[in-house]
């Protein structure tokens, strides 16, 4: 097996948590985003994702993209331990915390929007963290409010063991630290991740300690 992907990505990251989770072992094959006019656009990258994203797993040579497909598809294939819950309320649940912040915060604040903001459109680095901040600051502001007022979360999103929704906020929160976003108005998603960050699974998948972080 082996896992495309780049230290700071926070696609990447939500795999490498799975992956811990399950306990699987893999080769690590790093894509720099920024060397070499971005290695995610070399051809032979492109092959295996048109898209020019990580990350992809290679398992045995079934090529996946998309984080959250990749997880749904180790869900199925090493399915212990669990990553959703038993019942399908309880899946629904974790799967809309989890595209919370998969398709409602991180889409409006990875590399290339801005990429976009600051090469195409000319705004300054100021407004470009503004915007940042802004989606990632608001985007929380939700996802607090779901996890806060729902009995069903516990130590960690869904009860006390991880799921898709951990393995999605982590790696949202060291992003959103990154730039300096505002945290402190929301206590639930930052108990949470405190929490998982006590498990190896996700200490052990933070960027620092990557084999390509600098």
């Not at 032979?44 to 990350?55: I, R, Y």
Request: proline share 7%; glycine share 6%.
């Amino acid at each position: 097996m082996k896992l495309y992907n780049y230290f700071r990505s926070s696609a990447s990251f939500r795999v490498r948590i799975a992956l811990a989770l399950k306990g699987l072992d893999y080769e690590y094959v790093p894509v720099h985003l920024l060397k070499e006019g971005g290695q995610q656009f070399a051809a032979g990258f492109t092959a295996m994702n048109p898209a020019a994203l990580v990350p992809v797993l290679d398992d045995d040579g079934v090529v996946l993209t998309q984080s959250l497909a990749i997880i749904e598809y180790l869900e199925e294939t090493r399915p212990q331990p669990p990553l959703l819950p038993a019942d399908a309320f309880g899946r629904a649940r974790v799967r809309a915390l989890a595209l919370a912040i998969a398709c409602e915060i991180h889409p409006l604040n990875n590399l290339r929007v801005l990429g976009y903001l600051s090469k195409t459109l000319r705004v300054s680095e100021e407004q470009r963290n503004a915007w940042y901040r802004h989606w990632v600051e608001t985007g929380l502001v939700t996802l607090e409010t779901m996890l806060a007022n729902d009995p069903r979360t516990g130590i960690c999103c869904h009860g006390d063991s991880p799921t898709l929704a951990d393995v999605c906020l982590v790696p949202q929160i060291f992003n959103a630290q990154r730039f300096k976003a505002r945290l402190d108005h929301v206590p639930t998603v930052m108990r949470i991740h405190q929490h998982c960050l006590t498990l190896p699974a996700f200490a052990g998948s933070v960027p620092a300690l990557q084999p390509d972080a600098e």
